[in-house]
C-alpha cells in the first residue's frame, strides 16, 4: 500500500525550531519528487516546500524562504523539513504529498500538527 | 507569485445538481493546474491534472476545462459523498500556489 506517515509535530514557543519527518512506504521513494503543504486552522492549503527526486532541486513559499529547509534521504525513504524562527502563523496541520513541482500532488499523509503558541 | 481566484464560495446545491466552480489565474498559466477535493480530517486527493485529465479511480461526474488563466471544476451530478472544500493550484510558476477553495454544502 502505498503510504506517507508524518511526525514530529507539536507545540513549539515563538522563535523556536522543529523538525517534521514523512517516512514513505508501498512505492519507489526516489522516482518522485516530494512536497510540503500545510493548513492553518480555518483556512486553506498552502503549498510550503518542494524538492525533486535526488534533492538537487529544491523551492519554498515567500512566507518561508530563509527559515525553512527541505531535505530528503532516499536510503531511508523519507522526507523532512526543518523548521526555524518559528512564528505564531507557522501553526498548522502540515502533509508531506507525493509530487513534482512541476506536476500534481497525488499521494497525501495524514499531517502532523505544529503549534507556536508561548 | 501567481494568484488564484476561485469562486463562488460557499457554494450550496441540490443532490443531482450540476456544479460549477471556476479559478482564475492572475497570469498565463497553460494547462498547469490541478483540483483537488479535501474533506473535514481526511487528506486532500487529486481529482484532476493538467486542467482536464481525470485521475484514476476518481469518478466520471467530475470534470474539469481551460487554458490560460480561466478555468473551470464541475460535477455532473452532485452526491452526497462529494460534500467538501475543493482547491484549484497551479504549478506553472514557483511557488506553487493554491486557490482560496470553494466549500461546496447540500442544500
Not at chain 1, 512505492?27 to 480555518?42: E, K, L
Not at chain 1, 534533492?55 to 523532512?80: C, E, H, M, P, Q
Not at chain 2, 488564484?4 to 460549477?20: F, K, N, W, Y
Request: proline fraction near 4%; include cysteine.
Amino acid at each position: 500500500e502505498v503510504q506517507l506517515v508524518e511526525s514530529g509535530g507539536g507545540v513549539v514557543r515563538p522563535g523556536g525550531s522543529r523538525r517534521l519527518s514523512c517516512a514513505a512506504s508501498g512505492f519507489t521513494f526516489d522516482d518522485y519528487g516530494m512536497s510540503w503543504v500545510r493548513q492553518a486552522p480555518g483556512k486553506g492549503l498552502e503549498w510550503v516546500s518542494g524538492i525533486n527526486w535526488n534533492g538537487g532541486s529544491t523551492g519554498y513559499a515567500d512566507s518561508v524562504k530563509g527559515r525553512f529547509t527541505i531535505s530528503r534521504d532516499n536510503a531511508k525513504n523519507s522526507l523532512y523539513l526543518q523548521m526555524n524562527s518559528l512564528r505564531a502563523d507557522d501553526t498548522a496541520l502540515y502533509y508531506c504529498a507525493r509530487g513534482e513541482m512541476g506536476g500534481g500532488m497525488d499521494v497525501w499523509g495524514q499531517g502532523t500538527t505544529v503549534t507556536v503558541s508561548s | 507569485d501567481i494568484q488564484m481566484t476561485q469562486s463562488p464560495s460557499p457554494l450550496s446545491a441540490s443532490v443531482g445538481d450540476r456544479v460549477t466552480i471556476t479559478c482564475q489565474a492572475s497570469q498565463d498559466i497553460s494547462i498547469y493546474l490541478n483540483w483537488y477535493q479535501h474533506k473535514p480530517g481526511k487528506a486532500p486527493k487529486l481529482l484532476i491534472y493538467d486542467a482536464s485529465n481525470l485521475e484514476t479511480g476518481v469518478p466520471s461526474r467530475f470534470s474539469g476545462s481551460g487554458s490560460g488563466t480561466h478555468f473551470t471544476f464541475t460535477i455532473s451530478s452532485l452526491q452526497p459523498e462529494d460534500i467538501a472544500t475543493y482547491y484549484c493550484q497551479q504549478y506553472n510558476n514557483l511557488p506553487l500556489t493554491f486557490g482560496g477553495g470553494t466549500k461546496v454544502e447540500i442544500k
